[in-house]
C-alpha cells in the first residue's frame, strides 16, 4: 500500500524491506487462545516486470543464506512456486473445484485430490502435476508434457537455467 501511496512519486524500481515481530492468535487443542511471536523478514521488489527481478530476488535470497552459514550438511533446498503456474492449472475450473484443487495442491493432500468429484482424465492429470517433484528443468519439461508448449513454461525454464548454477555455488 505504502509503495501506491506514500511512495507514488518514487523512482522505480523500488526496494523495499521490512524486518520484525509479528504476533498471531491461534486456538489450542483445548480451545484456548494462544499467542505466537514470530520473526519476519521480506523484501519487495516493485516496478521490475518478469524474469529480471525474478533474478535479482532469488540472488538476493542466495546470498543472504550465504550470512547463516548453510551448508550441505543441512540439505537446503531452493523450493520455487510461481502464481502463473497455478493459474494455468487452475484456468480450466471453476468455483469450488478451483478452490479445493488449490487447497489440494497447496497442501499436498493426495487423499482430497482423489476424492474431487471431476473427471477421471482431468483427476489423474492433478495428480501427475502433484507428484511433479525435483530438478526443476525435468518437473518445468513434465509440465510441457502435461499441459504442451506455453510460454510460462519457457520463460520458467530460462529463470532455472539461471538461477541453478548460482543455487549451486551457495
Not at 509479528?22 to 514470530?38: A, M, P, R
Not at 550441505?72 to 520455487?80: S, V, Y
Not at 503456474?85 to 499436498?108: A, C, W
Amino acid at each position: 500500500r505504502a509503495a501506491c501511496t506514500r511512495l507514488a512519486q518514487r523512482t522505480r524500481p523500488l526496494r523495499l524491506s521490512a524486518s520484525g515481530t509479528i504476533f498471531e492468535s491461534k486456538e489450542d487443542v483445548h480451545g484456548s487462545l494462544c499467542i505466537e511471536e514470530t520473526l519476519h523478514s521480506g523484501v519487495e521488489l516493485i516496478g521490475i516486470d518478469g524474469i529480471t527481478g525474478e533474478i535479482e530476488l532469488l540472488t538476493l535470497l542466495l546470498k543472504a543464506l550465504k550470512t547463516i552459514n548453510l551448508n550441505q550438511g543441512h540439505k537446503p533446498t531452493l523450493l520455487i512456486g510461481h502464481t502463473i503456474l497455478m493459474k494455468t492449472i487452475l484456468n480450466s475450473f471453476e468455483g469450488e473445484h478451483r478452490t479445493k484443487i488449490r487447497n489440494n495442491l497447496l497442501e499436498f493432500d493426495l487423499i482430497g485430490m482423489n476424492n474431487l468429484e471431476i473427471e477421471k482424465k482431468e483427476k489423474d492429470k492433478l495428480k501427475a502435476i502433484q507428484n511433479c517433484r525435483g530438478n526443476p528443468l525435468e518437473v518445468i519439461n513434465r509440465m510441457k508434457e502435461i499441459y504442451s508448449q506455453n510460454t510460462v513454461f519457457d520463460k520458467l525454464q530460462k529463470l532455472f537455467e539461471i538461477i541453478t548454477p548460482l543455487a549451486n555455488q551457495h
